[in-house]
């Protein structure tokens, strides 16, 4: 059991889906047009931006307040004092702006941005990749027959870090390259970079798009009410009844892939291409919608990819802020295609891996980074080579075989270790070894970012800082009790991946279940995938902007209702959260 000073676990961050958040964002709607200044309006959204922050990390704001004033430090969720990173990328990128607008010098110029640069990812790398790199150092240690003396530190990943670094080093780089003036006024920078609906997980906003709007008092009669409503219910479908849904599919099969068939593979994958889709998206489109209900634009950060007909286009569809930011700030900063053929494919390929791990620490990541660069290299040389007549007969099939490669790339990037644990409480960790030798107690249990779940992730079974990990074995043990297993891994990721892959690949699977595919299921995608391919092309038209305001009203409650009653009884985190 942890001691009476150690900290609690990490707090559950605030959704676009809770009902929480749709009181918290009308007080701050109601004040927020209620103010008549620009620039106090601008001070109530960045303090409301970083309350909304910082409590994905302190919890109860009244409670965390109480535990300070009375000096129980215990009594903190993990990470309490991450919100104070944000205020440092801030206060650092603004001096470095000044910075590099004062410099006399190129030279001086230079070494502000790398300043930037080495600091920014430098903490973003501390947090994101240091689990990583102990993790391998220790496995190579263990291979080696030795063991490592110092103790990993206990570090989880701030919530949105990894765009926020990159929304702020956007605006140095930027300055740096004389495509924008430094911002004098600390106020827009830090509302540019801590603005809540994009703050966690993005789309990443550039600051030529961003700080311009924050110039003006923005009047509520030009603000599109009814596109903003419309955009957030839809994103809340994306995400609550659509995602979450599928997400219980693709938890039961990845949880022990070798156990199901290919129909099931097929199944589970067209499933998590819908998921990570309608999560992202869905988030997204709530982001626009509560970002236009303040009078602020926000860019767009999907493009329907999945009716891409190359790879190249897909990049240009999904994920659009991060694909144009490792454009315009690592593809062309390594000399893009200023070179020779295999000077600009290296760039690519380099550029992709390291998109890859942006996503994760991890090497599955790379490889799925990998796999889109080799993809893209080979759409640079088909184009390059394909005769006129050719590239008409593979255009009819460019799109499946575009999602094919997508889909076929999701395995990795979805397929993390699966392991087999027993179900334990606080009160059953001393006599967990006793537990563990009953094989009839071991029960499939995955692992999230805060510890050890049911296969379904619905429930919390283990705390991650509970437990320790072998480097050798992959096995998760009882922290200070060897010997006291907790969770048993059965598989890696790039293990699951090949399993999934051979599933996918071959008629005979590997495995025989097949209650992954309830009835109806593929039904449901078919019908999924009309609906979205019909509001690609723009069929359903904008019916619902011509009806009197009543109407309107009416028809946006009755879809609400609905899509309150099909959602999951059990939220989820967007997935993008962990990255």
């Known amino acids: 059991m942890p001691s009476a000073l150690a900290s609690l676990p990490p707090a559950q961050p605030i959704l676009f889906i809770e009902l929480r958040f749709v009181w918290i964002f009308s007080v701050i709607f109601l004040v927020h047009w209620a ?16 309350a909304f922050y910082t409590c994905f990390f302190i919890g109860e704001p009244v409670e965390f307040f109480q535990n300070v004033a009375a000096g129980r430090w215990g009594q903190l969720h993990e990470g309490w004092w991450f919100p104070l990173l944000l205020w440092f990328s ?35 790398g501390f947090f994101k990749y ?25 570090i989880f990943l701030p919530y ?26 600390f106020l827009n920078l830090a509302f540019f970079i801590a603005f809540f609906p994009q703050v966690v997980a993005g789309p990443i906003v550039r600051a030529m798009t961003f700080l311009p ?27 609550a009844c659509v995602s979450d849904n599928l997400a219980a599919i693709v938890d039961a099969y990845f949880c022990a892939p070798q156990d199901y068939n290919t129909l ?11 998921q990570i889709y309608c999560d992202f998206s869905g988030y997204t489109d709530m982001a626009l919608g509560v970002a236009g209900l303040l009078g602020y634009e926000l860019c767009v950060n999907f493009n329907f990819p999945y009716f891409a007909a190359s790879i190249t286009d897909f990049w240009r569809r999904w994920h659009m802020s991060l694909s144009s930011w490792l ?13 020779s053929k295999l000077f600009t494919y290296r760039n690519l390929m380099l550029t992709m891996l390291l ?40 255009k009819w099939v460019a799109v499946p075989l575009t999602f094919l490669w997508v889909l076929f790339a999701w395995v990795p990037f979805r397929a993390g270790d699966t392991y087999a644990g027993v179900v334990v409480s606080e009160k059953e960790t001393e006599t967990l070894g006793d537990i563990a030798k009953n094989s009839a107690a071991q029960k499939p249990i995955r692992l999230l970012g805060d510890g050890f779940y049911d296969r379904r992730g619905e429930k919390l079974l283990v705390r991650r800082d509970d437990v320790k990990r072998d480097p050798l074995t992959g096995d998760w043990q009882l922290a200070g009790q060897p010997g006291k297993i907790v969770a048993q891994r059965l598989a890696g990721s790039f293990s699951n991946t090949l399993t999934v892959w051979k599933s996918l690949a071959f008629s005979d699977g590997g495995g025989r279940k097949k209650d992954v595919c309830p009835n109806g299921l593929l039904i449901l995608l078919a019908v999924l995938a009309i609906v979205h391919w019909v509001n690609s092309r723009s069929f359903l038209g904008h019916w619902w902007r011509r009806i009197p305001d009543f109407c309107f009203a009416a028809v946006l409650g009755a879809g609400a209702a609905l899509a309150i009653f099909a959602k999951p009884v059990v939220y989820k985190a967007f997935i993008y959260f962990q990255f």
């Open 35 to 50: 103010l008549r200044t620009n620039t106090v309006r601008k001070v109530w959204l960045l303090a409301c931006s970083h």
């Open 327 to 339: 454009r315009d700030y690592l593809y062309i900063s390594l000399g893009g295609n200023r070179g």
């Open 355 to 394: 998109g890859g791990l942006w996503h994760g620490a991890s090497w599955v990541f790379m490889l799925w980074g990998g796999l889109h660069g080799t993809a893209l290299i080979f759409h640079r040389e088909w184009t390059r080579l394909a005769s006129a007549r050719m590239v008409s007969v593979v």
């Open 213 to 239: 709007q924050t110039l003006k008092r923005t009047d509520w009669l030009r603000v599109d009410a009814r596109g903003c409503l419309v955009l957030f219910f839809i994103g809340f479908v994306k995400k």
């Open 160 to 185: 949105g870090i990894s765009f926020y670094t990159f929304q702020s080093l956007s605006y140095s780089i930027e300055v740096y390259r004389r495509h924008l003036r430094a911002e004098r006024s």
């Open 130 to 154: 240091y689990g990583f790199f102990d993790e391998n150092v220790r496995a190579v240690f263990a291979w080696l027959g030795l063991s490592p003396t110092w103790e990993p530190l206990k």
């Open 90 to 124: 801030t206060f650092m990128d603004y001096f470095v702006g000044l910075g590099i607008e004062a410099a006399k010098t190129d030279r001086g110029r230079k070494l502000w941005v790398t300043g930037s640069l080495v600091v920014n990812l430098g903490v973003l």
């Open 264 to 274: 099931s593979a097929w199944v589970a994958m067209l499933c998590y291409a819908g």
